[in-house]
C-alpha cells in the first residue's frame, strides 16, 4: 500500500492485492483495512463523507479519495470501475524492454507488465489512471526500445 495525501480532503491510496473486492461486504472488509493501515502507517483515519472513485486492473486498486463533509463517522459514496487502464510511468527507457509510449518526457506501460516482474515497482515509477490515461494514449508515441 502506498497513499499520497494531496490536500486534507484529497488523497489517493495504491493497493495492490490478490483479493478481488465486488460485493458490498467485501468492500466494507477492504475499508476496514484500509483505515487500519491508514491509521498504522500514516495516523490517518476516515471520518466523514468521501467520494471515492476505484480503478481496478489486475489485483491493483487504485482509491482516489475526496472528504466532502466531516461530521464524525465514516460514510462512503463510492464509482468502482472494473478493469481498468492503469499506465506505470517511468523516466528511463532502460528500465523496461519492448514497446512503450513516450509523452512529454515520460515513458508508459500498461501497468500489468511490470506487476509480475518487480514487486517493488512502486518506488521506480508513477501510476496514472482516470482521464490522464486518456490523454497519454491519445496523445502519446508509441516507440520500441
Same mark, same amino acid.
Given at each position: ?11 489517493? &491510496? ?14 466494507? +472488509? ?33 482509491? !482516489?479519495? !475526496? ?6 463517522? +465514516? ?15 517511468? !523516466? ?19 501497468? +500489468? ?5 518487480? &514487486? ?26
Amino acid at each position: 500500500m502506498k497513499a499520497n495525501f494531496i490536500n486534507d480532503d484529497h488523497f489517493v &491510496i495504491y493497493y495492490l492485492s490478490n483479493n478481488q473486492f465486488r460485493t458490498e461486504e467485501e468492500m466494507k +472488509s477492504f475499508f476496514k483495512l484500509l483505515n487500519h493501515h491508514l491509521n498504522h502507517q500514516y495516523h490517518y483515519e476516515f471520518h466523514g463523507f468521501y467520494h471515492v472513485e476505484i480503478f481496478c486492473c489486475h489485483g491493483l486498486y487504485v482509491l !482516489e479519495f !475526496e472528504n466532502i463533509d466531516d461530521y464524525g463517522s +465514516s460514510d462512503f459514496d463510492i464509482t468502482m470501475l472494473l478493469n481498468s487502464i492503469l499506465l506505470y510511468e517511468f !523516466e528511463d527507457s532502460d528500465m523496461v524492454k519492448g514497446d512503450k509510449i513516450y509523452y512529454r518526457g515520460k515513458f508508459y506501460i500498461e501497468v +500489468s507488465t511490470v506487476m509480475d516482474d518487480d &514487486i517493488h515497482f512502486f518506488e521506480y515509477g508513477n501510476i496514472v489512471y482516470g482521464k490522464q490515461v486518456d490523454e497519454i494514449l491519445s496523445h502519446g508515441i508509441l516507440v520500441s526500445i
